[in-house]
């Protein structure tokens, strides 16, 4: 064997590892789903929460998925008004509308008192990997300036059952 | 002999990258024993589309391609129709395919029927994503694969979507 082919089969086993590297790449660099779907919300004037997200670079969030609920029930959130995102043909889902970079949404309140906003979402990663539904909530009160995110539940499988049932059917 | 030097350098480095490449490879690495509960997988049993409950222990003896899945994660989907080519080719062989939809079963039966799944479905809904995170997929991400020889030994797990060629290399030392 000359230096020649021998180089030759030392870039063609350089370029099998680095195919393997990129493959790591791929599902070994996630993100946690809180950091790739980064939430928060706060009440902007009375009656209207803004739901913030910030969705990292690679991922996407379905609209169709979003669900809303105040704790209690009773402070009376209205229909969410979101952005127009971007709409695809997807040859399993049909048409759907999808989110990318910053996302805000707003929810219409009655209640003139303190809640508990839980938001429920779902998103994928372009690499080929989607994550459950994710459950995140916020503590939000009139008259304080900011609602951030106080907790964002790690855990989304918890509540899956209920927010795939909640889901409509396509 | 500068020239034997020079190529005996050479293949040291060859051999040194690819080995790095497939020890970064994501089997390798998800595949790590303590992120991997195969015994707690193994124990497991779930209901199938017709609500029976099923044990994974029952496919013991055969390789098993244990596949997380659900209905509204589209690379999960796309990965189905190669998952239904397999088992056809390779059933025979001892290749067994278990599916675990993170899904409700009635948007899985709809599924099942419309691509002709012909391997068993079970129903995981929540348990489904506990079950995953038990075999080592602690992002709670879909796909997720997880492949045991005959023994019950793990030999590779896959975060995101297989093809035919990726999961051949996986499971042919064992078949």
Redesign the interface.
């Known amino acids: 064997m000359n230096l020649r082919v021998t180089a030759r089969l030392l870039v063609d086993l350089l370029l099998a590892a680095c195919a393997a590297c990129a493959l790591t790449s791929a599902a070994a660099d996630l993100l946690a789903p809180e950091q790739a779907f980064k939430f928060s919300a706060m009440l902007i004037e009375p009656g209207v929460v803004e739901v913030r997200y910030r969705i990292a670079d690679g991922y996407y969030l379905y609209r169709d998925k979003f669900r809303f609920t105040a704790i209690p029930r009773s402070a009376g959130l209205g229909e969410a008004r979101f952005p127009p995102g971007e709409i695809k043909d997807d040859e399993f889902f049909g048409r759907v509308e999808t989110y990318r970079g910053e996302l805000v949404i707003r929810l219409p309140v009655k209640s003139a008192r303190g809640f508990t906003l839980k938001a429920i979402s779902q998103g994928c990663a372009d690499v080929g990997v989607c994550y459950v539904p994710l459950t995140q909530t916020a503590r939000l009160v009139p008259g304080r300036s900011s609602g951030e995110s106080v907790r964002s539940e790690g855990n989304a499988s918890r509540l899956l059952l209920r927010s795939q049932e909640a889901a409509p059917s396509r | 002999m500068k020239?034997a030097g020079?190529?005996a350098l050479?293949?040291v480095?060859?051999?040194s990258?690819?080995?790095?490449?497939?020890w970064?490879?994501?089997w390798n690495?998800?595949g790590a024993p303590d992120s991997v509960n195969v015994t707690r997988l193994m124990a497991a049993s779930l209901p199938d589309m017709e609500g029976k409950p099923r044990a994974l222990a029952q496919w013991r003896g055969k390789v098993m391609v244990v596949n997380f899945w659900?209905t509204?994660?589209?690379?999960?989907?796309?990965e189905i129709p190669e998952f239904v080519r397999m088992q056809e080719k390779f059933g025979k062989e001892g290749l067994q395919f278990v599916g675990i939809a993170?899904?409700?079963a009635a948007?899985v039966r709809e599924f099942a029927i419309k691509y002709r799944m012909n391997y068993p479905v079970l129903i995981g809904?929540?348990d489904g994503?506990?079950l995953a995170?038990v075999a080592g997929n602690e992002?709670?991400?879909?796909?997720f694969t997880v492949i045991l020889d005959r023994k019950g030994q793990l030999i590779g797990t896959?975060?995101?979507?297989l093809n035919e060629q990726k999961l051949t290399a996986i499971i042919q030392p064992a078949m």
């Open positions: 020239r020079q190529i050479l293949v480095a060859a051999v990258a690819l080995g790095t490449g497939i970064l490879h994501p690495r998800a659900a509204w994660c589209r690379p999960c989907l796309e993170v899904d409700n948007k809904e929540m994503v506990e995170r992002l709670g991400g879909l796909p896959e975060l995101g979507g």
